[in-house]
């Protein structure tokens, strides 16, 4: 009887160790954003992150081929948004996606490209940054009611 005590206590000892020698629990860490870094700058980082530059171009205006698609037949620039979209609109365009592209000739194909939605794997932050880098796109002109 005394062995089998003696064998519980060394399990239970030796459990017991192992659970206070192990590594705690993986915590999500969050980052702050760095000091000075404006929203406009995250966001520049976001669009290249994320591949925007490869349909939208790398300045945001477009140029990517979509045969049959409503806009030219290429993707649309991205330049303009702030005429189209309020902030709100834009930043849920891009959680969202578009499932359809418009044809230019509706006998014609399918536009091959799409906009893939992007929520579940953009943060919100994320998308908050890149609505303001979009935003500052928008071409600069003395009264213009955008800036």
Known sequence: MKRVLLVVGLVVVGYGLRLAMRSPAPQPV?????AGVSAIERGRAVYARYGCASCHGPD???GFSNPNAETDDKVPGVTFVAEGYTRGELRKKILDGLATIGKKDPKGPRPPYRMPGWAGQMSDADAADLVEYLWSLYPKSEG????
Do not use: D
């Open 30 to 34: 969050r980052t702050p954003a760095a």
């Open 144 to 147: 213009s009611k955008w800036r």
């Open 60 to 62: 945001g205006k477009g």
